[in-house]
């Protein structure tokens, strides 16, 4: 009975050193030290924020988000082509799906 306890402890302990040396350790110190970070997502789409909380699967929560994309304006026939324009919006509390990160960057600048 006391076996699958200590496989517990072990990984749980090896998670923990994994959140703290291992590539989620940007994650980990933007936690603790309030820091934000640049995360770019599936959708062609980038996250500027806080992280709050993660998991081991990249799940996250996120507070003061600038989402940040761009978009191309349709145009009508016969007409140039127009150009891309930047656009961005403001979400004060978002959970992100890990399936969709790409990478995180620590201090966007």
């Known amino acids: 009975m006391s076996k699958p ?3 517990d402890t072990t990984q749980g ?3 923990e050193e994994e ?3 291992g ?3 940007v994650l980990m110190m933007s936690v ?3 820091t934000q970070v640049l995360i770019n997502c599936r959708n062609n789409r980038k996250l500027l924020g806080r992280v709050r909380a993660f998991d081991r ?3 996250m929560v996120l507070e003061n988000v600038r989402e940040m994309w761009t978009e191309v304006p349709k145009t009508g026939k016969g007409k140039k082509k127009a150009l891309p324009v930047n656009r961005d919006r403001f ?3 978002m959970f992100l799906r ?5 990478i995180v960057l620590r201090n966007p600048k």
């Open 5 to 7: 306890m200590e496989e």
């Open 13 to 15: 302990k090896t998670e």
């Open 19 to 21: 959140f703290n040396t």
């Open 23 to 25: 590539p989620l350790s």
């Open 32 to 34: 603790k030290n309030n």
């Open 57 to 59: 699967h990249c799940n």
């Open 91 to 93: 979400i004060s509390k």
């Open 98 to 102: 890990g399936d969709s990160v790409i």
